[in-house]
């Protein structure tokens, strides 16, 4: 059987009859869908629905099946008639049957997609961590380190250890962290630290996940050169995780960050002032003023500024890490007054009056003592 033809066929009879198709609902009656998935070749009338289009369109119903008008058969019995009903019912039913089998099989798939994506999501939900790694002491810096965390494996990787002020020899560097109890825990020991090292978690393993949050809290980095020891108290700061971020919150957020920063003197213009005029001594660039009864003294270290001013009332001391995510240190010490201030970057219009002041007299400083000519 031809469907399209035979809904073609019911299609002009029923415009011949001058029938809507709510019209012909009307009469069988089905619903008007159930006449327009005939006419377009969907579906087939059942035997009982035949035998009523038969009679309002004064055909047979071997016409409507054929899809088209025919010389009468003289004979035709109703036996055979019926044998032809039970044809199309069965057609019908086998056709039901495979729809139900299609849509719970379907149903089937959707369900187990659902629950395979479900389960990665559970899985890999903010299971990866990255965090941005940095430190100083007296005569050493190292700010380009970084950690990588997954659900199975941890990446370590301090960054290169630069000396501020002489070429000391280290003999040795010692990474650790001071657990639970506060004991001391080596991840690693060395002569050098730009160096990855990579460990899993789990039974039996040098750590487990739960400590993870003491080695992002309490990591140190213990320098033994020839003049001494130094322990660098090392600053991690998680910078991305893979945890769900609607796109325009973010963005918004982003260019609202850039725009505020625009009022800090950017790494490159720094840099290329110091170069110009500074001196460097092992990756060091060092620049020293005597303004009135000031004394400056600007160093940078990688993407590490140090501002140090001296009168004879006071010293203040700032360190701005030059990176996306920054942050700002300031101590003023005096005969009445000392202070500290730690300035987060990352939401910069979160700042309070304090901390906008003081990102405005760095600002001030920087301009004056390195971008200005003197």
Known sequence: MDLNKIGRFIFNLRKEKGLSQNGLADLIPVTRQAVSTWELGKSLPDSQTLKILSEIFDVTIDEILAGERSAPEEGKSDKKRDITLNLVDEYNSKKRTIKRITVTFTILIMTMLLIFLGYYFISSYNSIKVYKVRGESSNFVTNN?????????????TGELVNKNENYKINKVKLYFKDRENISKVIYKDNKTDILITFRYGYNEKF?????????????????????????????????????????????????NDTQKDNIITYDKIKFNMEQKGTIVNNVYTLEIVEDNKKIKIELVEQLLSLKIETGEYTERWKYFLEQ??????????????????????????????????????????????????
Do not use: P, W
Not at 226 to 242: A, I, P, T, Y
């Open 145 to 157: 380190g970084i950690i990588i965390s997954t659900k199975k494996k941890i990446y370590i990787r």
């Open 208 to 256: 487990s996940n739960n400590e993870l949050k003491y080695l992002i809290d309490q990591l140190y980095l213990e320098v033994e050169y020839e003049n001494g020891v130094e322990v660098l108290k090392l600053n991690v700061k998680q910078d991305f995780s893979n945890t769900l971020t609607l796109k325009n919150e973010k963005k918004e957020i982003e260019e609202k």
């Open 325 to 374: 995510d920054s942050t700002i240190t300031y101590e003023k010490e005096s005969a009445d007054d000392s202070r500290k201030m730690t300035v987060d970057l990352t939401n910069i219009e979160k700042l309070n009056q304090d901390e906008q002041k003081l990102v405005a007299r760095l600002n001030e400083n920087i301009n004056k003592y390195i971008i200005v000519d003197h």
